[in-house]
């Protein structure tokens, strides 16, 4: 459908058609990074779930493949659903995923490539021993899903987790093999919350508490902490906790108990994520599913449904200690072009400022933020209460913000989507930052999502305040502080599109006037290119 191709996007990995959701069994093996994706072949709504298969040199250009897995089994015939990939120390490649039995039992199964000497592994099997895991006693049929990649410990034996619930208590269960075939259930879980239902996706691996190395995901020991993410099935939302493991009693415990179930990768539109260790460049990469946030109706029109976010290079903030970095995967930037600089922009209290950088529909922007010192420090205490989804958005004005970029904005801003930072300013003087982007007029469309998202964001002594958006014509990704808060923004603009799109400067605050320095690139649009069997072979 033409009507709505403006708002495919250029760079962004998607499937040529129909509905997408989680990514599967990242992995990279001789010489190509392979994605799995949970695949619906037949629509652009969630159904009919098998596994889609591509496959990079780069983690930008993609090659799709033939579907890797289909539901032609009784233990996967109402979906072949999430799963990861292990790969062991002899070279063999393990893939648990869960199917949806006949009678939409959850259980797991095992797969492994039918030629591990072909690096694009375009032939799976399934183990005729499957399924290899069935609901525990105790756990709801329905309740059981999406094994993690396996890690090894020093008993000699691999596990892997699993996430569940009991009652509203959600939970990760870990089991442990030696071949991928027979598991045992361990006493006790790695971790559990109330009241946050079934945990989804779950995923656990380490981070370096000294060094910008990623990790593979069984390391252990000093310096090493340990992340256990899990996707909320009730909000939908991806939350993370840093915690100390101890493999040997197989105990985990999270470092700061006063943080709920933790924080969250991003505050906009990103779920069912799953990293990776990357061995060809020894960094841990991370996937997100980006969703829809229009009608279902729409999608159907449009003929497909879901992005996947930029693969995202995960490390430990060693500055804070306290929350993860998240970075645009270094590849995304071979796609720059062109590319204007802005020095020391002056943008005055209640002002708005053009950009002329041409068209703006897909663009890699780089912005450092600077508010006028002297009037921090006249400014009194300000509104405390702020909240970047409760508040009136981009456009309340306060006396230290908000002020921040204006993107996939048509001339006359009838649409447009701020990016933004406010500052607020305590009685004791001290300053809390949010960092929050506003769909509210992202879209003269009515059918869609016209939320604020955002959160409070950490800024240490001295340090400037600092944003990278990748805006991809449906799609912002908006990165604070090298990725210390992240949100993503799914928008549909319908006059903000093309040559219409442009970028602009503002500060709403009433007191402090801002100074801002940009570099902006054109970014070229990736290739992801069709199968043909023909030419291809
Ligand atoms: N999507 C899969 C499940 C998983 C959910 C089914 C998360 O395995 O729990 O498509 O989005």
Request: proline share 5%.
């Amino acid at each position: 459908n033409t009507m709505l191709s403006w708002q495919r996007t250029a760079y962004h990995f998607q499937p040529e058609k129909n509905w997408m959701n989680d990514p599967n069994g990242p992995m990279y093996y001789k010489g190509w990074y392979h994605f799995f994706y949970q695949y619906n072949p037949n629509g652009a709504v969630w159904g009919d779930i098998v596994w889609g298969h591509a496959v990079s040199k780069d983690l930008i250009h993609w090659l799709h493949l033939p579907l890797a897995m289909v539901a032609d089994q009784w233990y996967d015939m109402n979906g072949v659903w999430t799963g990861s990939a292990t790969i062991l120390p002899d070279g063999q490649v393990i893939m648990l995923y869960t199917g949806s039995t006949n009678e939409s039992v959850q259980v797991q199964n095992l797969a492994y490539p039918a030629n591990l000497s072909d690096p694009l592994l375009i032939n799976w099997v399934k183990y005729s021993g499957n399924p290899v895991l069935h609901p525990p006693p105790g756990i709801d049929s329905q309740d059981f899903r999406d094994p993690t990649t396996a890690w090894y410990t020093s008993d000699g034996k691999w596990n892997i987790a699993i996430g569940s619930k009991v009652n509203k208590t959600g939970i990760t269960l870990i089991y442990s093999t030696e071949d991928f075939k027979n598991f045992e259930l361990s006493d006790g879980v790695l971790y559990s919350f109330p009241g946050t239902g079934m945990w989804e996706c779950v995923d656990f691996y380490p981070v370096s508490n000294t060094s910008i190395k990623g990790l593979d995901t069984s390391v252990k020991g000093p310096g090493v902490k340990h992340v256990i993410k899990t996707s909320l099935d009730q909000d939908r939302n991806d939350y993370y906790t840093l915690g100390t493991y101890d493999e040997k009693t197989g105990k985990w415990v999270p470092d700061n108990t006063t943080i709920g179930l933790g924080l969250r990768y991003d505050y906009g539109m990103f779920y069912a994520s799953k990293s990776f260790y990357d061995l060809h460049k020894g960094r841990r990469v991370l996937w997100g599913w980006i969703q829809e946030s229009d009608s279902e109706i729409a999608d159907v029109k449009k003929g497909w449904a879901s992005v996947q976010s930029i693969p995202r290079t995960v490390l430990l903030d060693t500055k804070t200690g306290t929350n993860l970095l998240q970075w645009p995967v270094e590849e995304v930037d071979s796609l720059r072009l062109t590319s204007k600089v802005f020095d020391k922009v002056e943008v005055k209290a209640g002002s708005v400022v053009p950009l002329d950088v041409g068209t703006a529909t897909q663009v890699d922007i780089v912005a450092e933020f600077e508010l006028d010192k002297e009037a921090l420090e006249r400014t009194a205490q300000t509104n405390v209460e702020f909240s970047c989804s409760t508040s009136g958005g981009a456009a309340e004005r306060g006396a230290l913000g908000p002020f921040g970029l204006l993107v996939l904005a048509d001339e006359s801003l009838n649409e447009h989507t701020p990016v933004y930072f406010y500052i607020a300013k305590g009685t004791d003087g001290n300053l809390t930052t949010f960092f929050c982007a506003d769909q509210t007029r992202s879209s003269e469309a009515t059918d869609v999502d016209k939320k604020i998202y955002g959160s409070t964001i950490p800024i240490l002594k001295d340090e400037k305040l600092s944003v990278r958006l990748l805006v991809d014509h449906s799609i912002i990704e908006s990165f604070a502080q090298g990725g210390r808060t992240c949100i993503t923004s799914r928008v549909y603009p319908t006059k903000a599109i093309y040559g219409a799109a442009r970028i602009f400067l503002f500060n709403n605050a009433t007191e402090a006037s801002v100074t801002s320095s940009l570099k902006i690139w054109q970014m070229n649009s990736a290739f992801i290119r069709p199968f043909r069997p023909e030419q291809d072979n």
